[in-house]
């Protein structure tokens, strides 16, 4: 079936400590996104693609990294730097490169904790 | 830079009634999307509406927008016990950045 693979879909992490967050989609879509949702709240975009190498920052990219080397694949990385990382992170694509012209397929998410 | 804005933040309901919730957004806008988060989850599409459009269905769905009053809403009829989840909407001019929903409970 088509659709977007987040994983893990639990993750901990020690303080100083880079994780990476995969998201794989087999819809052909160019665009792809990352958000971050906290508790009660609606979502952060962090960075977003529209194309293959290329990436865009979002609202809150500070401490985080991406890649699209692949067009299946937008990998997101949280690194230490990232001062409160404990979050829901969703990863989304769309078929149109151009932000909101289309709608959005969401993965089903990965939770990370720092302890 | 987020615009869409939700409202209630949180509805209760008994199943079988409506549920409606709006959305308010800033600028000007080509398309409104609605969206539904089951806890926990990812979020999942429910319907686009274009700015040339005033309303539209979806099985028990029913979306309209009022480009005059930059404001949508979303009605949910006979509502069941399944529909509890957050409910968010999210424009083209503010590049798909969501607010923070409007949390429905429909108790059986």
């Known amino acids: 079936d088509g659709g977007i693979t987040q994983s893990p879909k639990y993750l901990f992490r020690k303080e100083g400590q880079n994780v990476t967050l995969s998201c794989e989609q087999n819809?052909?879509?160019?665009?792809m996104y990352w958000y971050r949702q906290d508790p009660g709240q609606g979502l952060r975009l962090i960075y977003y693609?529209?194309?293959?190498?290329?990436?865009q920052k979002g609202d809150i990219a500070e401490g985080y990294s991406v890649s699209r080397e692949k067009k299946e694949s937008f990998p997101l990385t949280v690194t230490s730097a990232q001062k409160n990382p404990t979050a829901f992170y969703l990863c989304?694509?769309?078929?149109?490169?151009?932000?909101?012209?289309?709608?959005?397929?969401f993965g089903e998410g990965s939770r990370l904790t720092v302890l | 830079s987020q615009q869409g804005e939700e409202d209630p933040q949180a509805l209760s309901i008994q199943e079988g009634e409506n549920a409606t919730m709006n959305c308010s957004y800033k600028?000007?806008?080509?398309?409104l999307q609605w969206y539904r988060q089951n806890s926990g989850r990812g979020l999942v599409h429910l319907i686009l509406?274009?700015?040339?459009?005033r309303e539209k269905h979806s099985g028990r769905l029913r979306v309209t927008l009022d480009t005059s009053k930059k404001s949508s809403s979303l009605l949910i009829t006979a509502s069941r016990a399944a529909d509890t989840a957050s409910y968010f909407c999210?424009?083209?001019?503010?590049?798909?950045?969501f607010g923070a929903g409007t949390r429905l409970t429909v108790k059986p």
């Open positions: 693609s529209q194309i293959v190498n290329d990436f």
């Open positions: 600028t000007s806008i080509n398309n």
């Open positions: 989304a694509s769309s078929p149109f490169p151009g932000l909101g012209t289309g709608e959005l397929f």
């Open positions: 999210a424009t083209d001019a503010d590049d798909m950045r």
């Open positions: 509406i274009r700015s040339n459009e």
């Open positions: 819809l052909n879509h160019d665009a």
